[in-house]
């Protein structure tokens, strides 16, 4: 269906386009400046210029039939709109579409004494926390612990570590069992044996390193009988393989080797077909480890984890073994009756939920993620690969975000990574925002909500911290000289851009260019390069990404005295050069 004013889905679309056939214009027609359309979004900073005459309707896609230039363009597979006036434009773009809300870059904080504004929302937590607990009635401790980059800035115990001390309380070494929470431990080092090698491709079969390792799949037939699939190593570690949820043995002390567990796997059926619907999967994840432990240099999936995360990061009150020392560590686990539970082993399936842990290890592993994400220190992996292994591979109708092994999900416009876990009278949570730099981990000795305390305890940590670094952000930078660049500046001799001088709400001297139409920000880097900087908050989301206009370069060429000669902008406006004009 052509594309007309009537056909558009929203508001943040008819920018886009406007803005391809505005690039239509001067680089397939040759328009003049003065028959050039002007786009400057009402919610952007004028340009100091004139801006230039409006044309009368007209068919793009008749331009586009006339100019050999258009069917190189990437606007070739549309047939665009008519082209609208400022006003017509105005009138016609949807105002309900809500801005993109700013998420400003982590500055650096002091640690003593934190800014007053995270003291407060860490008094808060503790507040809503509290209440929390206490009205679920049941017996038992929590320790909770939130870090920024490599700190913990605040602990929170509450209830006790035994009944039958309850005056004591845990605190952040005690040492709780932490279920599913274990599952990180696969993820994260099939993410290291992809990047070191020892693993081709997330999307290899685990057939490739465990010969005859398939699944029955009545979704496929091989004459007549249910065909069989050996799952992927990214459909294991996303929950898209359609594995069934418990391993085909005896889920406490399943005491199986590899190869005694293969016949077992081979009968096993999938309930959905891959990559078609989640379906967490302990199987799944105790087939990921098992089958990383055995092909890595370790030899096995426990002393895999000890030689690729627990002793690079010295996560020294964490494990698999339950020795006398490790137990006398421990919360007691309760259900909700109030009875101990038992410390149940799980064999082969180990790798699903078996691990120990402390808060102040859990918040060792979220620094590592942290500083992973950010920077090249690769604690655990390369800070691409850590992005990779963040990232959501399916969004379900409630939002719930799945990933490897993430149970994601949105709060006050931040993706939220959370795992959490439930064995046998314990319960625990390890959650993060590395866009922000902070993480929130809890552990509790009974079959506490781990989610719930988390959802309380989000809002309140994202709002204080996005505040305050917003209140600490830097001044847009500018050049020593900003009036070497100011000036008219034309493109096949006509007016095309310019570059003024702005002073106003978002800063003082800052250069405001208008490249086809709308006014954005320079951020300086060098004498002869910036970027295109658009402040938080002006534009949709999506417009803003479709549009692709922030963070191009715009390079400068300079005379010999250090005058401006021309610009380019390569990577929006390919193969132009906007000479500046000679007063």
């Not at 990559?275 to 426990?302: D, E």
Request: contains cysteine.
């Amino acid at each position: 269906m052509p594309l007309n004013s009537n056909h558009y889905a929203s508001g943040r679309m008819k920018r886009v386009y406007l803005l391809a056939t505005t690039i239509l214009l001067l680089f397939a027609c040759n328009v003049d400046a003065t028959t050039r359309m002007t786009i400057t979004p009402s919610s952007l900073p004028s340009s100091s210029s004139s801006s230039p005459s409006m044309p009368s309707p007209t068919r793009s896609s008749h331009l586009a039939s006339s100019s050999p230039y258009y069917n190189d363009m990437m606007f070739q597979h549309f047939t665009l709109p008519l082209l609208l006036s400022d006003e017509e434009a105005s009138s016609r773009f949807d105002a309900s579409v809500a801005a993109c809300p700013p998420q400003p870059t982590p500055m650096p904080l002091p640690l003593a004494p934190l800014p007053s504004s995270i003291v407060s929302a860490l008094a808060s937590i503790d507040t809503v926390l509290n209440q929390t607990f206490a009205a679920t009635k049941l017996p038992g401790g929590a320790s909770i612990g939130v870090i920024y980059d490599q700190t913990i800035i605040h602990i929170l115990n509450l209830g006790y570590k035994n009944k039958d001390a309850p005056q004591v309380p845990p605190d952040e070494n005690t040492i709780f069992r932490i279920g599913s929470v274990t599952k990180l431990f696969s993820s994260i080092s099939l993410y290291q044996m992809i990047e070191s090698g020892v693993v081709a491709s997330m999307d290899d079969p685990i057939s490739k390193y465990w010969p005859n390792m398939t699944f029955l799949d009545p979704f496929t037939t091989q004459d007549g009988n249910d065909g069989h699939t050996s799952p992927t190593f990214i459909q294991l570690a996303t929950h898209l393989s359609g594995a069934p949820r418990e391993a085909p043995c005896i889920i406490v002390n399943c005491n199986l080797t590899n190869e005694e567990m293969l016949p077992l796997l081979q009968q096993t059926m999938l309930i959905y077909p891959p990559f078609t619907q989640p379906s967490y999967s302990n199987l799944g994840y105790s087939l990921l480890g098992n089958t990383l432990g055995a092909i890595s240099s370790s030899g096995y999936y426990q002393q895999m984890v000890q030689d690729q995360i627990l002793t690079p990061l010295a996560m020294k009150s964490t494990g698999f073994t339950y020795s006398s020392d490790v137990v006398s560590r421990m919360a007691v686990g309760y259900d909700a009756n109030g009875n101990p539970q038992p410390l149940y082993l799980e064999g082969w399936g180990a790798p699903a939920g078996q691990a120990y842990s402390t808060i102040s290890d859990l918040s060792v592993l979220v620094s590592a993620h942290l500083s992973d994400y950010w920077s090249s220190t690769n604690r655990l992996m390369s800070a691409s690969q850590t992005r990779q292994y963040m990232m959501p591979r399916w969004i379900d109708p409630d939002y719930t975000v799945f990933g490897s092994p993430w149970e994601s999900a949105m709060q006050n416009n931040y993706l939220v990574r959370r795992k959490g876990g439930n064995f046998a009278g314990f319960s625990g949570m390890l959650s993060l925002v590395p866009e922000l730099k902070i993480g929130f981990v809890a552990l509790f000795s009974n079959s506490f909500d781990e989610f719930a305390f988390a959802d309380a305890a989000w809002p309140i940590l994202i709002d204080a911290f996005v505040q305050t670094y917003i209140s600490m952000q830097p001044p847009i930078p500018s050049p020593q000289n900003t009036s070497l660049y100011a000036g008219v500046y034309t493109l096949n001799g006509n007016a095309a851009s310019s570059i003024s001088i702005y002073n106003g709400q978002y800063g003082k001297n800052i250069l405001l260019i208008n490249i086809l139409g709308m006014n954005v920000f320079l951020s300086y880097i060098t004498p002869t390069r910036m970027a295109v900087y658009i402040p938080p908050g002006l534009e949709a989301c999506m417009l803003r990404d479709t549009l692709a206009i922030v963070g191009q370069y715009v390079f400068f060429n300079l005379n010999e005295d250090g005058s401006v000669q021309s610009f380019t902008v390569p990577g929006f406006v390919p193969g132009a050069q906007f000479i500046k004009k000679v007063s």
